[in-house]
């Protein structure tokens, strides 16, 4: 069963050759390893978890679920999300134990590494800590193409060496999830009961961005030239602008708490053609712009006290929020690597132009890896590689083109339905967003989208809810809405397609069930 489910959880939507010649056959083994360490079956290594096809990512989910269920456990579709997770939903939670007790051996294995996790994560944090910053220092614009490739190799083989960390705290994140599930159910409790039990999860590196950001507004709002700053933030060229101003400390601020600290971050972060935040932060100062206007508080809400036997639920709680943590943030360190490879391939690419006249600046991300590295070994291959390069861009642009799914003549659904994901309702108007969204949400907005990834995170600083079409409780989205308390649903199919902007809608967080009523005044 191919879904455009969890894959946008890694993946970009769409991806070009370069990208997925770097990290599609390594996140497949990943998977691999992992089904072929729990399941004991030799045959995984043969098969895709992943596809790209015609520049979109696929995940099989239905191949997921056939080895968690080798192994004994029930669907995880709910977790993870997929176009399987309504069905899923309908069947009753079962373990098979004699298959689990056939496959205990690996699971006893795999308890302990989980118990090593959390030491070597930590450990790996402030290593590429000191290699970021060992990096910048780096003047890549004095090196040539080859010293430049050799570097990116080397970047590459290290990522590669380390993604381990993000694909086994997520493993282990979503087991312990979904046994958490299935006990609580077990024994009486909903699925709101578990949502609570997972909110609020201290350590959650993007989850701070929050407080740097309301930190930025405490500094600017008193000052009486509080429009000339956010004027300043609306120009392309900002940071000048600030200085030129005499908002030193503005910049400053930035620089220091957003940009060195969430920098590397940014949106479709595996797709090498995608710019990071320290190459383009406007994402980040619409967010900041939008913050500073609106006179409200940031969104806080009590945390509900929630009585489950501590003896009983305890432990595996506390493991569930630990891998929680640990699967965001290995992901957050972890894209320090990401970021300098989009730096040294951005070099590089204009190296390259610079020696080949007839080449344009995004060839190189139409070339594969085998092909960039024939044509750093030697200029001249241009000519034949420039053949493929150019199928691919053509097929690249009408697939951008053609992207979207035609209009029909469906009628309006008054009621949505998806998986909760963060608990509590919201009222508000739907704010439809794509992936190349940069800014212009209004506080109180409903969040309308197909998918977030972790580093859309400024969005949650001044929405009211959030919808997505894919995901599961256990999606990035799904685990920032719970730390910034807004009522979120996922999985909901069709929503960018059924909801429009301006509609005025009531989320329910607990359900999983949206309102809908276009009769519903939106002035």
């Known amino acids: 069963v191919w879904t455009r489910g969890n894959v946008a959880e890694a993946f970009p939507d769409i991806m070009t050759p370069l990208s997925w010649s770097l990290w599609g056959e390594t996140m497949n083994e990943l998977l691999r390893n992992a089904f072929r360490y729990y399941s004991f079956s030799s045959e995984v290594k ?225 797709e090498i053609k995608e710019p990071y935040w320290a190459e383009n932060p406007r994402m980040l100062l619409n967010m900041v712009i939008e913050r500073c206007e609106n006179k409200e508080a940031g969104r806080l809400r009590e945390q509900e006290k929630i009585n489950v036997e501590d003896k009983k639920f305890g432990k595996l709680i506390r493991q569930a929020r630990t891998f929680t943590m640990l699967r965001e943030n290995n992901k957050h360190y972890l894209y320090f690597i990401i970021a300098e490879i989009k730096r040294i391939i951005r070099i590089l690419n204009l190296k390259l132009c610079g020696i080949i006249p007839q080449m344009e600046q995004a060839d190189i991300y139409f070339m594969n890896y085998e092909e960039l590295g024939r044509l750093v070994r030697d200029t001249s291959e241009f000519e034949k590689i420039k053949a493929n390069v150019t199928v691919r861009k053509k097929i690249y642009s009408q697939f951008l083109l053609n992207c979207e799914e035609p209009a029909t003549e469906k009628p309006v659904k008054q009621i949505l339905r998806g998986i909760p994901a963060c608990y509590g309702r919201a009222a508000g108007k739907v704010k439809v967003i794509s992936h190349d969204y940069a800014g212009d949400i209004k506080k109180g907005d409903i969040i309308v989208i197909k998918s977030l990834d972790i580093s859309w995170t400024p969005l949650f600083s001044v929405a009211g809810g959030l919808i997505t079409e894919l995901g599961g409780i256990l999606s990035h989205a799904a685990i920032i809405a719970r730390e910034y308390n807004i009522p979120a649903i996922v999985n909901v199919e069709n929503a960018t397609a059924i909801l429009k902007n301006g509609d005025q809608i009531i989320l329910d967080g607990e359900t999983g069930v949206i309102h809908y009523d276009k009769t519903v005044s939106t002035s």
């Open 46 to 270: 043969e098969k895709c978890f992943i596809m790209l096809n015609n520049g979109k990512l696929y995940y099989n989910i239905g191949l997921v679920n056939l080895y968690m269920k080798k192994i004994g456990l029930f669907s995880m579709d709910e977790i993870v999300g997929g176009e399987t997770a309504y069905r899923a939903k309908q069947q009753k939670g079962r373990i098979h134990w004699l298959k689990f007790l056939f496959h205990l051996p690996g699971s006893i294995r795999a308890e302990k590494n989980n118990g090593k996790l959390e030491e070597e994560s930590r450990l790996k944090w402030r290593e590429f800590w000191r290699y970021h910053k060992k990096w910048a220092e780096l003047d890549y614009q004095s090196m040539n193409i080859n010293e430049l490739f050799h570097l990116f190799n080397e970047r590459i083989i290290y990522g590669k060496a380390n993604m381990h960390l993000h694909t086994d705290a997520t493993t282990a994140a979503f087991s312990k999830m979904a046994m958490l599930q299935w006990k609580l159910k077990k024994n009486g409790y909903d699925n709101s009961i578990l949502l609570k039990l997972v909110n609020d999860i201290e350590g959650i590196e993007m989850a701070e961005i929050s407080k740097h950001m309301e930190q930025l507004k405490h500094m600017i709002e008193p000052l009486e030239q509080k429009q000339q700053i956010l004027q300043c933030l609306k120009n392309e060229n900002w940071e000048q602008s600030l200085l030129d101003s005499g908002f030193p400390q503005v910049c400053q601020f930035i620089q220091d708490h957003l940009i060195a600290n969430y920098g590397h971050r940014g949106k479709n972060e595996l």
